[in-house]
């Protein structure tokens, strides 16, 4: 095992040993100061270690660990937010004894979260995955209240089908397979042969559709990214999301290409982009617009995704890394910035505010902005034809809808008194926003594939400023509507359930009632004999 | 004369002996304290408990050494007069296992009896190393039984220890729930007997080995198989023949549900798997097999429910052990082999045993929790035990790593077991069966999601315990626990142990 | 045909049948336990009487009378013995403690799922 090797196992193990060293009291004391190291060897492993880097553990633990280019982007840009974030919440959380419960759940959510990015075969990719996804459990409900246990109890549920799904597709995807636990390369590879592909592609899209928040699968996200502390927000939006993103770069075969669930994909996406932005409009609380601009933002990643399987562009798959790290970088600052907003009064809100804004119109698009990077850089992929417009459209929505935010933080914000956040949050908060400017700048000219010069021509200004200036006009419009603010619950749809519920009752009921019968006496009686009497029946007739 | 007697069909290996050992030393200890009387029976326990570890880790050590089953034939009398005991890899592994879950359950047993010194010496912590022995000298002797009839008395033995184990409290609802379970155990054993009596009848042996090269003609085998498998049902409490269960198990004692729930039950489908494997020809194994998968799926479907609606914790383990062997029923279409490959060559039988080992561990694990939970608050409304985390880490974090167990989430030795299965679902064409072991695990992992909930809550008034639990009390749950996830490290792929000694043994081909 | 062309053996084996079959009946459709205790013994009589038809036509090593039955059915009535003992002790417990002797009324109490 070589240097890069073991930083890649460190980028998964130190936040593991971490989390098991605060058994000790002595550590656990002081288990909130490891949150903003603990991803420190994933960020070194990402800028630092080459591509191509391979670790193989021995037996008995079979675990790969491998970097691509793709992984190596979203590793970085979701370490270096974890870090900050747990920057953040060092400082935010206080020392209370439950921040130390928060702390462990943190760090377990962090290695699994960007074990995603680095692990290359398919058991330790459900292992991490599933990590990533039951330990957040424990950031959502961390507030115990009402809302965060419902909360609680929709993603879990709905995190436990994802890992049915995603169990089911795997098994099929190595069942062909000589290897018990194949690489996932290895087995994609085989994966437009097989006579399971259909199953298998629409087993992963659910899956990991349901991770990512696509439309109809989004109804936990919206309720369980605001129940969390301010800092678990930002990374549960910024990065665990991100999950889905890398395993549907990783598992679906980009090499040659599923033409019927590209199509799939880039419908789902659509949908998502637009259904992200009419509910969030509609909401009342910062973190739930929040909320639901990353359901858009998870569409647009599911349409380039989509392009890409239809297109059979394994390139396609940088862009949606590069897409994703600046969604990553982003999402993460604006959720920090809710908590930094909410602390910050007087001559120094002003400034905050304006920062912020800067943050929220760049997921519009805004030029000079990460946002306008990535959606220039992705432009070629999209084409120009019909669908090009149709996200340039969405565009114009994540402008709405960012004005939405602003409009609404300013206004919580207005009556705050004289004060301002601790230094301990807001340099974080400044981190994550230099870094989210910086990061797409510096990686834009490899991922384009042209200098940054050309973002300065008329033409490419004139495609980002239309959508802005229809998501200004749009805002106009809608900021006059009444009654619109409010009209859908957190969740939407999730309302329906209560409509399945009744049924599921009755089903419930029947069962116990099913049992209370069967497990009368006479019945037990009868059924062993009838059960003796099918055997025999059974039996005789192999003989 | 018969043929038998000029090739015999056991040779007695050095190591035998042992297995004569791991059946009577338990004997032996049960008769100590009958003889001694109260004030040593803890002695002689804890004792027989480390020796009894001891011999099983020698049969282990002794089987790898040699690679070939453990073979004891009594007295030197060969089948069909005398008896023979033979350990083949399969059944070395349900010895370790029951030592592992037995040992642990001692531990916990005796620091229990240590919190209330006043009653250490009475009658109930008396019977209650008296019966565990005897169970576990039971157990030793079916997972080595070689004799149909021989393994009738060791069943009916288990029966007679496990039945007080569930009443050792005295109270009125245990008496009935002990009774319920002897009652319906009992027309078990009878249908078995039948069908012992019928085997005879045709083939004047009941030796499982010469029985497997018999051949049978006519309907008797079939319904003497039938019988024997249906009362062994009865005893295994699969779907719908689970109605003595739930009471029994959630009504004792947490060390005594530890015991019933982990391995007492694994007793009857071990022979079941030997009926239906070794014994019943493979052409009515398959369709014998495929009805049994049916009860096995409407079990983890079924009482999965019944788990989720449960207001007590014992009682939702106890349904959820119900649901789990579902699974163990499952196996038998998945494994059904082929013409080069035996059914225990297959990822399915491998998945089956994996299943079978961290079911009782993860389960065991479970119920001694729920027991020091009990310890703790006096009750085991799940409801009421919000923010029991807080007071007793170590159980929260033993239930819950059980939990990853029996919800197959990685890494854990029930995850590589429907991994396994549910590969063997899909290569073999089973998409109902995989279906059901998905939704078995969404349901699994709900209810044990419920309570895990309830561990990490945090109450306005945080939940005090009645009294204090010494941290011994709650180890040996958080170190079976473990075991269950440590069993994930097995390789994902037909496990060679497992083979050892089995007919056409893979190990023999294999270089 | 007649009772006497049936054959010792067989004739046992239908007695046995016969037994078992009434057994079965008591122990399934009663719910006082003492009976279905007796009904238990009953069943079980039948089933050594098979055995015995069994050890009777001496299918076993070929001898005249086949001597293993005999030495099961002896241990079998030992077990049947205990489980009776057993079952007794239990019901002469639940008897003493609440005054029943059936088991139908104790599912009313036993621990009920919420609903």
Same mark, same amino acid.
């Given at each position: 095992m070589n240097a890069a090797g073991l930083l890649l196992a460190a980028a998964i193990l130190v936040p593991l040993i971490m989390a098991a060293a605060c058994m000790s009291p002595g550590i656990r004391r002081h288990a909130p100061l490891l949150l903003a190291f603990a991803p420190i060897p994933a960020l070194i492993a990402a800028l630092f270690s080459p591509e191509g880097s391979f670790v193989l553990f021995p037996a008995p633990f079979r675990m790969t660990l491998l970097l691509d280019r793709p992984g190596a982007i979203l590793l970085g840009g979701a370490a270096l937010l974890w870090s900050a974030a747990g920057a953040f919440a060092a400082a935010y959380m206080g020392r209370k004894p439950a921040t130390i419960r928060f702390a462990i759940w943190w760090l377990l959510?962090?290695?699994?979260?960007?074990?995603?990015?680095?692990?290359?075969?398919?058991?330790?990719?459900?292992?991490?995955?599933?990590?990533?996804?039951?330990?957040?459990?424990?950031?959502?409900?961390?507030?115990?209240?009402?809302?965060?246990?419902?909360?609680?109890?929709?993603?879990?549920?709905?995190?436990?089908?994802?890992?049915?799904?995603?169990l089911l597709a795997f098994v099929m995807l190595a069942a062909s397979h000589p290897d018990a636990n194949p690489l996932i390369r290895d087995v994609v590879a085989t994966l437009p042969a097989s006579l399971l592909r259909n199953g298998i592609a629409a087993l992963l899209i659910l899956g990991f559709g349901l991770k990512m928040g696509l439309v109809p699968l989004h109804i936990w996200l919206p309720l369980a990214h605001p129940a969390a502390?301010?800092?678990?927000?930002?990374?549960?939006?910024?990065?665990?999301?991100?999950?889905? =993103?890398?395993?549907?770069?990783?598992?679906?075969?980009?090499?040659?290409?599923?033409?019927?669930?590209?199509?799939?994909?880039?419908?789902?996406?659509?949908?998502?982009?637009?259904?992200?932005?009419?509910?969030?409009?509609? +909401?009342?609380?910062a973190k739930t617009i929040?909320?639901?601009?990353?359901?858009?933002?998870?569409?647009?990643?599911?349409?380039?995704?989509?392009?890409?399987?239809?297109?059979?562009?394994?390139?396609?798959?940088?862009?949606?890394?590069?897409?994703?790290?600046?969604?990553?970088? =982003?999402?993460?600052?604006?959720?920090?910035?809710?908590?930094?907003?909410?602390?910050?009064?007087?001559?120094?809100?002003?400034?905050?505010?304006?920062?912020?804004?800067?943050?929220?119109?760049?997921?519009?698009?805004?030029?000079?902005?990460?946002?306008?990077?990535?959606?220039?850089?992705?432009?070629p992929l999209l084409g120009y034809g019909i669908l090009g417009d149709v996200m340039s459209l969405a565009g114009a929505g994540s402008t709405l809808l960012m004005l939405h935010f602003i409009v609404t933080v300013a206004r919580d914000a207005r009556q705050n008194p004289d004060m301002s956040a601790p230094p301990g949050q807001v340099l974080p908060w400044l981190v994550v926003a230099a870094a989210s400017l910086i990061i797409p700048w510096s990686l834009y000219p490899a991922i384009a594939g042209e200098s940054v010069q050309g973002l300065f021509q008329v033409e490419a200004l004139w495609k980002l400023l239309w959508p802005m200036a229809v998501g200004w006009l749009a805002m106009l419009i809608v900021s006059r509507l009444p009654g619109l603010r409010g009209a859908v619950p957190e969740g939407d749809i999730v309302v329906l359930a209560k409509a399945g519920g009744a049924a599921l009752d009755r089903l419930l009921l029947g069962v116990q009632q099913a049992d209370a019968a069967l497990r009368r006496w006479p019945v037990a009686g009868l059924g062993l004999l009838i059960i003796a009497a099918l055997l025999a029946g059974t039996l005789m007739l192999g003989a | 004369m018969s043929p038998l007697a000029t090739e015999p069909a056991h040779v007695a290996t050095p190591g035998g002996v042992l297995l004569v050992l791991a059946v009577m030393l338990p004997v032996v200890a049960v008769l100590l304290m009958l003889a001694l009387g109260p004030r040593w029976t803890r002695r002689i326990a804890l004792a027989t408990l480390a020796i009894g570890l001891l011999v099983t880790i020698a049969i282990l050590a002794e089987l790898l050494r040699t690679g070939e089953a453990l073979t004891y034939v009594v007295g030197g009398w060969q089948p069909p007069l005398g008896i023979a005991l033979r350990a083949d890899g399969t059944s070395v592994a349900m010895l370790a296992m029951t030592a592992l879950v037995i040992a642990a359950t001692g531990c916990f047993g005796y620091a229990q009896q240590q919190l209330d010194p006043a009653t250490s010496h009475g009658r109930a912590p008396t019977s209650f190393w008296i019966l565990l022995m005897a169970v576990w000298s039971a157990l030793n002797a079916i997972f080595v039984g070689e004799d149909l009839f021989n393994l009738y008395v060791a069943l009916e033995l288990l029966t007679f220890a496990a039945v007080p184990l569930v009443c050792l409290d005295g109270r009125a609802e245990t008496m009935a729930a002990a009774?319920?379970?002897?009652?319906?155990?009992?027309?078990?054993?009878?249908?078995?007997?039948?069908?012992?009596?019928?085997?005879?009848?045709?083939?004047?042996?009941?030796?499982?080995?010469?029985?497997?090269?018999?051949?049978?003609?006519?309907?008797?085998?079939?319904?003497?198989?039938?019988?024997?498998?249906?009362?062994?049902?009865?005893?295994?409490?699969?779907?719908?023949?689970?109605?003595?269960?739930?009471?029994?198990?959630?009504?004792?004692?947490?060390?005594?549900? &530890?015991?019933?729930?982990?391995? =007492?039950?694994?007793?009857?489908?071990?022979?079941?798997?030997?009926?239906?494997?070794?014994?019943?020809?493979p052409q009515?194994?398959?369709?014998?097999?495929?009805?049994?998968?049916?009860?096995?799926?409407?079990?983890?479907?079924?009482?999965?429910?019944?788990?989720?609606?449960?207001?007590?914790?014992?009682?939702?383990?106890?349904?959820?052990?119900?649901?789990?062997?579902?699974?163990?029923?499952?196996?038998?279409?998945?494994?059904?082999?082929?013409?080069?490959?035996?059914?225990?060559?297959?990822?399915?039988?491998?998945?089956?045993?994996?299943?079978?080992?961290?079911?009782?561990?993860?389960?065991?694990?479970?119920?001694?929790?729920?027991?020091?939970?009990?310890?703790?608050?006096?009750?085991?409304?799940?409801?009421?035990?919000?923010?029991?985390?807080?007071?007793?880490?170590?159980?929260?974090?033993?239930?819950?790593?059980?939990?990853?167990?029996?919800?197959?989430?990685?890494?854990?030795?029930?995850?590589? &077991?429907?991994?396994?299965?549910?590969?063997?679902?899909?290569?073999?064409?089973?998409?109902?069966?995989?279906?059901?072991?998905?939704?078995?695990?969404?349901?699994?992992?709900?209810?044990?999601?419920?309570?895990?909930?309830?561990?990490?809550?945090?109450?306005?008034?945080p939940l005090a315990p009645r009294k204090p639990i010494p941290r011994r009390l709650e180890l040996a749950a958080l170190v079976l626990a473990v075991a269950a996830v440590l069993l994930g490290l097995v390789p994902l792929q037909p496990f060679a142990f497992l083979q050892i000694g089995r007919p056409d043994s893979l190990t023999a081909v294999a270089p | 045909m007649s009772v006497a062309a049936l054959g010792p053996a067989t004739l046992f084996g239908l007695c046995g049948a016969a037994l078992a079959g009434i057994g079965l009946f008591v122990v399934i459709t009663h719910s006082g336990l003492l009976r279905r205790i007796v009904g238990f013994n009953i069943l079980g009589a039948g089933i050594f009487l098979v055995f015995g038809a069994v050890a009777r036509r001496g299918a076993g090593a070929g001898f005249g009378g086949d001597p293993v039955?005999?030495?099961?059915?002896?241990?079998?009535?030992?077990?049947?013995?205990?489980?009776?003992?057993?079952?007794?002790?239990?019901? +002469?417990?639940?008897?003493?403690?609440?005054?029943?002797?059936?088991?139908?009324?104790? +599912?009313?109490?036993?621990?009920?799922?919420?609903a």
């Open positions: 959510t962090l290695a699994g979260s960007l074990g995603v990015f680095v692990v290359g075969d398919v058991v330790s990719f459900y292992l991490v995955y599933t990590l990533a996804s039951l330990a957040a459990y424990g950031l959502i409900v961390h507030e115990q209240t009402a809302s965060a246990h419902r909360a609680g109890v929709v993603y879990v549920v709905l995190a436990l089908f994802s890992e049915a799904f995603l502390p301010m800092p678990a927000s930002s990374v549960l939006s910024g990065v665990v999301v991100k999950a889905g =993103v890398i395993g549907l770069i990783r598992f679906l075969p980009f090499e040659a290409g599923l033409p019927i669930w590209g199509s799939v994909l880039i419908a789902v996406g659509v949908v998502t982009a637009y259904y992200g932005v009419a509910i969030g409009v509609t +909401q009342t609380r929040l909320a639901y601009s990353t359901v858009s933002q998870m569409g647009l990643l599911a349409v380039l995704l989509g392009v890409g399987l239809d297109n059979a562009d394994p390139a396609g798959t940088m862009f949606v890394a590069y897409y994703a790290v600046h969604h990553t970088l =982003v999402k993460g600052a604006l959720f920090l910035a809710v908590g930094i907003l909410a602390a910050t009064g007087g001559a120094r809100l002003r400034p905050a505010l304006l920062l912020t804004a800067i943050l929220a119109l760049s997921l519009g698009g805004m030029p000079l902005t990460s946002g306008a990077l990535a959606k220039l850089a992705t432009k | 009774l319920r379970y002897l009652m319906f155990a009992l027309l078990g054993s009878l249908l078995y007997l039948l069908g012992t009596a019928l085997i005879y009848g045709s083939f004047g042996t009941l030796d499982i080995s010469l029985l497997s090269q018999a051949s049978a003609e006519g309907p008797v085998f079939p319904v003497a198989l039938a019988l024997m498998i249906a009362g062994l049902l009865a005893k295994a409490a699969l779907f719908p023949l689970h109605l003595w269960l739930p009471p029994a198990h959630a009504g004792a004692p947490a060390s005594a549900s &530890a015991v019933l729930s982990a391995l =007492v039950i694994k007793a009857p489908f071990f022979l079941i798997l030997r009926l239906v494997l070794d014994v019943a020809p009515s194994a398959a369709f014998a097999g495929q009805f049994l998968a049916v009860l096995g799926a409407a079990s983890i479907l079924f009482c999965s429910v019944m788990a989720l609606r449960q207001a007590r914790l014992k009682l939702m383990i106890a349904y959820s052990t119900v649901a789990q062997i579902g699974y163990l029923f499952i196996v038998f279409p998945l494994a059904s082999g082929s013409e080069t490959l035996p059914p225990w060559g297959t990822i399915a039988w491998t998945g089956g045993a994996l299943q079978l080992i961290s079911h009782a561990l993860a389960k065991a694990a479970m119920f001694l929790a729920a027991g020091a939970i009990a310890e703790a608050y006096g009750h085991d409304r799940i409801s009421d035990l919000g923010g029991f985390g807080r007071a007793l880490p170590i159980s929260a974090a033993a239930f819950g790593l059980a939990g990853l167990s029996l919800m197959g989430i990685p890494p854990s030795g029930g995850f590589v &077991a429907k991994c396994l299965l549910l590969t063997a679902a899909v290569i073999g064409g089973h998409p109902w069966l995989a279906a059901t072991i998905l939704a078995g695990g969404l349901l699994a992992g709900s209810y044990v999601f419920r309570v895990v909930d309830r561990a990490l809550a945090t109450p306005a008034i | 039955p005999q030495a099961l059915v002896i241990t079998g009535i030992v077990v049947a013995f205990s489980a009776t003992a057993l079952a007794v002790a239990l019901l +002469q417990r639940l008897f003493d403690l609440t005054g029943r002797e059936t088991l139908e009324a104790a +599912q009313e109490h036993s621990p009920r799922s919420e």
